[in-house]
């Protein structure tokens, strides 16, 4: 299958008191529509900086960055932001849902940019929830759910644009045992039934061996390893 | 709209800090409300003057009487019209208490210069011929329930001695700003008393009141009454009767300025109140900022939330304030002697102030938070923890 995201030679830095820290050297990656990528990596090795950078919500020093055959390092700030609510999915460690919205509101918020009308909404939100088994708790707020209960809310806010990558910073990092192992084994059935490529950060050696592909990162260098 | 429901459920978040921000801006509006009452109640006892009166008074001060045989040589003045005069009554009524203006007028040209002062043509007949009789303004009827025919007793204290004088008339005010607290009676009848207790003060006006055709000349012709009793035992100041009123008030215009000023720091203090609120919301908000923009949020959305929720609040704080300053002002107005202020009401300015300000404080208040909202980067609002 052809590769859906394609990184070229993409270095990042950050600079602090015009002094440059230098996060991410020259790296280059291909993914294949479909695919399940793990990275793994030690702290500050630079993987959310990765992430970020294909998931479209920061910028390469150097480098370009195809996506499905768009070159998102080109994008101003405005259509990035459209073509992020088009494409990607996100799933964040620490779930960052809206405290103060229902499970349902909480992933009804991307397509309330869409012009979809409310009844098309509704049964968008539904389905989502009905994939992640949450239908039974659509009105519950946040403080109402289990962390994997919340995490597995954020993934049906993440799928339900329908976006072709979902990207996922250690999804896991922050759950028990059994939670963790939940959302494994849902995303698994994302990539698998829904055909998701997936990005997914992780420091658990049992969650990477979800993946097709595990990719290593080392103080800014990715050094390639297959599974 | 969608986001509606989000900047009302925001806003709700910290219900106790909502509602003590709300309740702040309401203090703050009721207190604005109140103070602008107070300024513009004054301003327009000065408004009321009518232009084309001038108010002869001796030339150190008004509690100085000046002689009645200058009414002629006023009256010579070309230009002048008519020539009336008062003296100021003071005493008591009943108690300390009810104040109200109590004055000695010339019965025959008063109610010719004030006309302002509407009198029934044959309460006026009657007045004219009664030398004990008295006219009051229809506040004071009301207020004392008196009626044509009652007495009214006076304890005197510039006159001393006890003075009675029968009600024969009862004037309207013709405008919302017309005096309607005073009482009017024979200039002539206090003359005589003089005469007999005390001759010495026989004879003494108050002050002349000068109705002139033109009220451009009104410059000119004060210039000439001055200029006849110049060197005279008595000199004279003559002036409009909107800046007699003024130098009447003078000692209380210090006061009204700072009112005046104080009525916009409040504005500026209820911008802080509300701008800390938000600032604070914002920043707790910041990571759900990220999480927003990462979904695809323009900054026009968010500008649009955080706005919205500053306006929610500083609207709901403005409404109550504005709903309750109408009773309070009204309620006050019941401790304010009548006859200090001729109009104590909420002026439709002081409501387009108060809307008008609580829209710019909603605005000011989200600007600081919108623009740190728009300027922090996605990446580093998902790292923000605070
Ligand atoms: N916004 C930023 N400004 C400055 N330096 C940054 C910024 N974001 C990341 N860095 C630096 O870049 C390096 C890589 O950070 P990154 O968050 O990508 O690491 P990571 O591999 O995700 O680590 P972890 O496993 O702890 O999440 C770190 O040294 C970090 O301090
Ligand atoms: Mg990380």
Known sequence: MADIIQVKNVSKS??????????????????????????????????????????????????EII?????????????????????????????????????????????LLTKLSKAERKQHVETALNIVGLNDRMDHYPKQLSGG?????????????????LVADEPTGDLDRNSAGEILILMERLNQEFNKTILMVTHDPHAASKAHVIRHLEKGDLIQETV | MKILKLIFKNSLRHKLRTALTIFGIAIAVIAFGLLRTVVTAWYSSVKAASANRLIVRQSVSF????????????????????????????????????????????????????????????????????RNSCVIGADIAKKYHLKLGDVITLDGDIYPGRWEFVVRGIYQPKFKS?????????????????????????????????LINDPAQSASISNQIDGIFNNSTA?????????????????????ITSMNFISFVIIGIIMLVLGNTMIMSARERTR??????????SGKHLAGIILGESLLISFLGGGIGL?????????????????????????PITIIFSCGSAILIGIVAALFPIQRALTTRIVDGIRFSG
């Open chain 2, 288 to 297: 759900e900022y990220a999480v927003l923009k990462t979904l695809g949020f």
């Open chain 2, 235 to 255: 000199e004279t100041k003559t002036e409009t009767e909107a800046a007699f009123q003024q130098g009447f008030i003078q000692s209380s215009s210090a006061i």
């Open chain 2, 178 to 210: 017309t005096d309607a607290m005073q009482m009017l009676f024979h200039w002539s009848y206090l003359d005589e008393t003089m005469k007999q207790e005390m001759p010495g003060r026989a004879g003494d006006v108050g002050w002349f009141v000068v």
């Open chain 2, 63 to 130: 509690i100085f009487p000046l002689p009645y045989s200058y009414r002629e040589k006023i009256a010579q003045v070309p230009g002048v019209k008519e020539v009336t005069f008062a003296n100021w009554f003071g005493g008591t009524y009943i108690d300390k208490n009810n104040f109200f203006a109590r004055l000695a007028v010339d019965a025959d040209t008063y109610f010719e210069v004030y006309n302002e002062f509407v009198l029934p043509k044959d309460q006026l007949d009657t007045f004219k011929k009664e």
């Open chain 1, 67 to 111: 996506i499905n055959g768009t070159d998102i390092s080109r994008l101003n700030e405005s259509s990035l932001a459209k073509w992020r609510s088009n494409n990607i999915g996100f799933v964040f460690q620490f779930y960052n849902l809206i405290p103060v919205l229902t499970a349902f509101e909480n992933v009804e918020l991307p397509i």
């Open chain 1, 14 to 63: 950050y600079w602090r008191d015009s002094i440059e820290t230098s996060v991410l050297h020259d790296i280059s990656l291909d993914i294949k529509e479909g695919e399940f990528m793990a990275l793994m990596g030690p702290s500050g090795s630079g993987k959310t900086t990765l992430l970020n950078l294909i998931s479209g919500i920061d910028k390469p020093t150097r480098g």
């Open chain 2, 323 to 347: 709903l309750l300053t109408f009773p309070i002002v009204s309620g006050f107005s019941q401790f304010i002697p009548k006859g200090i202020f001729p109009v104590f009401e909420i002026e």
């Open chain 1, 149 to 165: 209960q919340e995490q597995r809310v954020a993934i049906a806010r993440a799928i339900v644009t329908d976006p072709v990558i």
